[in-house]
């Protein structure tokens, strides 16, 4: 008889159980969804958001030195990218300004990390370029601020930026560097060139002398001039 009795306890409570356990894999997963970082809020806690078709990864073996030939179509002949539809950023700088990239001029995006040695030494390069009187011409450039680490030197990224008196205004990425990884990104500073119609010109690695960035510039502009 006890037997019995213990029997239809155990299954009494078996519905109990199964509920209590199935209740807390939905809180486990409700709670899960709620941490995770929002790809629409940047890391500074602005807006950011990327629209358009993720673009292929630029080749480790890609020869950037492309960019100072007159003619930029031999940089195009080894960009997986070319006269692809650049994706197009929105978001907020780094006073809460909304900011595009989507605007009819050639355009350069140039993506920053803060802990990055050859960033911080273009940045004083281009900045010190600006100071003494380059000039851009019909060339617009963005920064973009993306792999924030808040362990690595020179965080956070904005207060970097603006010690360095920086002319340009700046988009922060999320956290997810979903920014980045849109545009196939391979290493610090990263370039994308872009022209007035909004198409991939070539995207570039590494950092450049300010000779070199006056050439990028009026090779950029030439190209967009004859497209």
Not at 95 to 104: A, D, L
Request: charged share 20%.
């Amino acid at each position: 008889m006890a037997t019995r009795k213990n029997t239809k306890t155990k299954r009494n409570l078996t519905p109990i159980f199964v509920g209590a356990v199935a209740g807390l894999v939905l809180i486990f997963f409700l709670a899960l969804f709620f941490i995770q970082p929002s790809s629409e809020e940047n890391y500074l806690g602005g807006n950011i958001n990327v629209t358009g078709d993720q673009l292929p990864d630029l080749s480790v073996d890609f020869n950037r030195d492309c960019v100072f030939f007159e003619n930029l179509n031999f940089c195009q002949q080894l960009e997986p990218a070319a006269n692809m539809k650049a994706p197009v950023i929105n978001g907020t700088d780094l006073n809460g300004n909304s900011i595009t990239s989507e605007i009819n001029s050639p355009t350069i995006l140039l993506f920053l990390a803060h802990w990055c040695g050859y960033c911080q030494v273009e940045v004083k390069e281009i900045q010190d370029w600006i100071d003494n009187g380059g000039n851009m011409g019909r060339v617009k450039m963005y920064s973009i601020l993306t792999s924030i680490n808040s362990s690595q030197p020179n965080y956070p990224p904005d207060k970097w930026l603006n010690s360095e008196g920086w002319s340009f205004q700046s988009f922060t990425d999320n956290e997810l560097n979903g920014v980045a990884q849109h545009f196939g990104i391979r290493g610090f500073p990263f370039w994308v060139l872009i022209d007035s119609n909004g198409d991939i010109v070539t995207r570039l690695s590494g950092s450049y002398t300010k000779d070199q960035f006056e050439i990028i510039l009026s090779n950029l502009d030439n190209y967009d001039k004859e497209k």
